[in-house]
């Protein structure tokens, strides 16, 4: 079957769904978890050894909404509040800072990586990665209810700080977030690796 039949199907089936939110979702995640992005378990991080020292500092940094600056060849660390990087006028109207104020230090330096905090679908993820993982039915249940519903990471919150589990979401989010940003070092030294 040629691609653009595949094509017609898929779209096919789209539109017969277009309205049930529910299989949509599913349809969704299948294609994110499935075909866009890869297997996180069958692929390793090829990091240098060197940067493992800084992987888990600069993962609290952007659990906390730090954006982070890695000078590559020194393994400094610079960060700033996200909101500040992103849109410094609204952060100065909002804190009355500037970021000719705050100073950042990576912008004396001549080679660095920035790593930004997860955008809302990746921490929806990681949420939905750990509930998908739990052996605790119950819990589970109500977790992926909460994910689904209205308010998602407020109610997610809410169940996880009431819970026996609260201790195994934080190593398992911790963990995540130093994989993620291993990741994203590794793309952005590439040059390094070869």
Partial sequence: ????????????????????????????????????????????????????????????????????FLNTDTLEIDDMPYGLYSNPEIYEMETGMTLEEFNPAYTQWEKYITIEPPESNESFKIRSKYADQLDNSRLKTRLVNALNNRRPFANFKLIIENSDARKDWFSFKDKYLQDYVKALIEIEIQDELQ
């Fill in 1 to 68: 079957m040629k691609a653009a039949d595949l094509l017609d199907d898929i779209l096919l089936i789209l539109r017969e769904v277009k309205e049930d939110k529910e299989v949509l979702q599913k349809i969704l995640d299948f294609l994110q978890e499935e075909v866009i992005m890869p297997d996180e378990e069958e692929y390793t991080v090829q990091l240098p050894e060197r940067y493992n020292a800084v992987v888990k500092e600069i993962a609290g940094n952007i659990d906390a909404g730090q954006v982070c």
